[in-house]
């Protein structure tokens, strides 16, 4: 079907490019997530105790936790190829067409296996059929969701595929999709903790010009006050900074700018959701290094 070669097409990666050292900070996932891929390439010490392979993993974590960029590094680390879709626009077909493209995604991963297949925003096709108040896109999102269904069920032990999916919201995915052999494996990427936002400011702090007159005393400086940053926000505000200093004309990102960018740009976290006492805490601290 010409439909199903230009979307297939869109979906595909032979080389996502990205690799586990882009990824800071989640070391313990990484172990986790590097025995899942060992033993879907069939690594022989898990074949001998008769492990079989984890078909499904869920990435579940707020927006820029890096849940998109970990399942392209599994797949750039693995060599393998990455077939991505995102579960809105599946609901946003016509009659027949979700499922139709959800079948073909899985036969081209097959074909072309080992290989991952990322869906994003899984929750939008696979939210819980009790929750969903019926209107035009409900029958299509049955059907995209029987479908995947369907194509999970479908895989046979030795199928080296592993489906990735990514939500903000696990509670809301329909039991059936967390059933073992199913997404059988959910790992939670909540926001970075101070030690771990230096991990991530010093990978998006490569190639930027920052002041580095007392080491990483800056960047460490920075992680203290970024609270409740996620790491798209910390990637955000280095961005930001080195914007400011050519705008400054400014050799270096100093703490005057790396001050300046973070009071200019929004972090996503709303303060309501915040407990109290970090919301008091985390106001202080930037008014303090005004
Ligand atoms: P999600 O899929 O959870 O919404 P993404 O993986 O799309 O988030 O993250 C968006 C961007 O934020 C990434 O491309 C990367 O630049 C940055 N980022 C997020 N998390 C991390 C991390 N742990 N380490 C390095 N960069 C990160």
Known sequence: MMLNIGFLKKM???DTGVRYEDVAGIDAIKDDIRVVLDILLGAERFKEMGAHPVKGVLLEGPPGTGKTLLAKAMAGEAGIPFYSANGAEFVEMFQG???ARIRSLFAAARKNAPAIIFIDEIDAIGKARSDVIADSGSAEREQGLLQLLTEMDGFFRDDQVLIIGATNL???LDDALLRPGRYDRIIHMGRPS???RLKILQVHAKGKPIDRSNDDALLAKVAELSIGYSGAELANLLNEA???AVRKDSATIDLEI????MSKIRVGLPSASLPDSEAKRRFALVEASR
């Open 12 to 14: 595909s990666k032979k």
């Open 258 to 261: 790396m001050k300046e960018a």
């Open 242 to 244: 080195a914007i400011l």
């Open 97 to 99: 067409v979700a499922a």
């Open 194 to 196: 101070p030690q771990n």
């Open 170 to 172: 696990s509670s809301a």
